[in-house]
């Protein structure tokens, strides 16, 4: 089944860029992926979906800070002009048709 | 716009029984899968249960698989979440979660459910 490794934590200063990784397990790199924000105290908030190919579609409202890409079994997240807001935790999830959905961990993003 | 408001969530007793709700809007709900998603204190996301768009299908993770039942009520716009013979690691913010090509594309506001003696 899919297991979805994100890093624990990052950070990265105010007005720089940042690039999140999520690393699909093993015979999993073709998987599609979404990523998902969740600012401290909210419930989450879908950001993209994104293929092995490195194309993805943005959830209404997303600025253009963010953008996606992939490179292998790694997808990515990248957050350009970081703002204060966008200090949150982010997740990743995948689906498959035996182990049904799964989500990463987590990495919880500091801007500094 | 599309919006989801959970409710039902409370304290309850260890092996006890809840029903959450999810009421939909903005999109047409019979045509989506609808997801169950939890998150315990401190913690990460954990799926908990998925239904196709017309309850043809259900899924479910295995830490609630045969305690927990996912239904939904398409003339009612209403998802469902039963709840039994709860335990202590049910403890856990429950939100409620719009499907597309499978994986989800809006979230609620999710409700919490606290179960302890």
């Known amino acids: 089944q899919p297991v979805l490794t994100q890093s624990s934590s990052a950070s990265a200063s105010l007005g720089s860029s940042v690039k999140l990784t999520c690393t699909l397990s093993?015979?999993?790199?073709?998987?599609?992926i979404a990523w998902h924000q969740q600012q401290p105290g909210k419930a989450p908030r879908y950001l993209m979906k994104?293929?092995?190919?490195?194309?993805?579609n943005k959830g209404s409202g997303v600025p253009d800070r963010f953008s996606g890409s992939s490179s292998g079994a790694d997808r990515y997240l990248t957050i350009s002009n970081l703002q204060s807001e966008d200090e949150a935790d982010y997740y990743c999830?995948?689906?498959?048709?035996?182990?049904?959905?799964?989500f990463g961990g987590g990495t919880k993003l500091t801007v500094l | 716009q599309v919006q989801l408001v959970e409710s039902g969530g409370g304290v309850v007793q260890p092996g006890g029984s809840l029903r959450l709700s999810c009421a939909a809007s903005?999109?047409?709900?019979?045509?989506?899968?609808m997801h169950w998603v939890r998150q315990a204190p401190g913690k990460g996301l954990e799926w908990v249960a998925f239904?196709?768009?017309?309850?043809?299908?259900?899924y479910y993770a295995d830490s609630v698989k045969g305690r927990f039942t996912i239904s939904r009520d398409n003339s009612k716009n209403t998802l469902y979440l039963q709840m039994n013979s709860l335990r202590a690691e049910d403890t856990a913010v429950y939100y409620c979660?719009?499907?597309?090509?499978?994986?989800?594309?809006?979230w609620g506001q999710g409700t919490l459910v606290t179960v302890s003696s």
């Open positions: 093993s015979g999993h790199s073709s998987y599609i």
């Open positions: 999830e995948t689906w498959d048709s035996n182990t049904h959905w799964v």
């Open positions: 239904i196709r768009y017309d309850g043809s299908n259900k």
């Open positions: 994104l293929e092995g190919s490195g194309s993805y």
């Open positions: 979660a719009k499907s597309i090509a499978a994986l989800v594309d809006y």
């Open positions: 903005g999109f047409t709900f019979s045509s989506y899968g």
